[in-house]
Nanobody
Framework: QVQLVESGGGLVQAGGSLRLSCAASGRTFTRYVIGWFRQAPGKEREFVAVISWSGGATYYADSVKGRFTASRDNAKTTVFLQMNSLKPEDTGVYYC???????????????????WGQGTQVTVSS
């Protein structure tokens, strides 16, 4: 199991940027696929992005494609989510999650992941 801790959330105006971090503990971190999800009040948790264990492959939800970029630094056991051109509808609690199954380029469900961080709040004002 990998333990995950998110950071970097905050309040930003529409059009602004934030960079989220997901710090992991665990010696086999490099073998984990990492996903990003978000949950707005009263809504279900939704898929945002996923990155393969090597960092060589990523996939994004249509709603964030072209604005968000996932990356990872395996030496520092950290995954990042760079969020640009933020919109009010991007507001929510952002979670990173890990799983050891084979990466695929497509949308994921929360049930696809085994371990979760505690989340970090992102609020985008209009």
């Amino acid at each position: 199991q990998v333990q995950l801790v998110e950071s970097g959330g905050g309040l930003v105006q529409a059009g602004g940027s934030l960079r989220l971090s997901c710090a992991a503990s665990g010696r086999t971190f490099t073998r984990y696929v990492i996903g990003w999800f978000r949950q707005a009040p009263g809504k279900e948790r939704e898929f945002v992005a996923v990155i393969s264990w090597s960092g060589g492959a990523t996939y994004y939800a249509d709603s964030v494609k072209g604005r968000f970029t996932a990356s990872r630094d395996n030496a520092k056991t950290t995954v990042f989510l760079q969020m640009n051109s933020l919109k009010p509808e991007d507001t929510g609690v952002y979670y990173c999650a890990s799983q050891r199954r084979t990466y695929y380029s497509g949308n994921y469900y929360p049930s696809d992941f085994d371990s979760w961080g505690q989340g970090t709040q992102v609020t985008v004002s209009s």
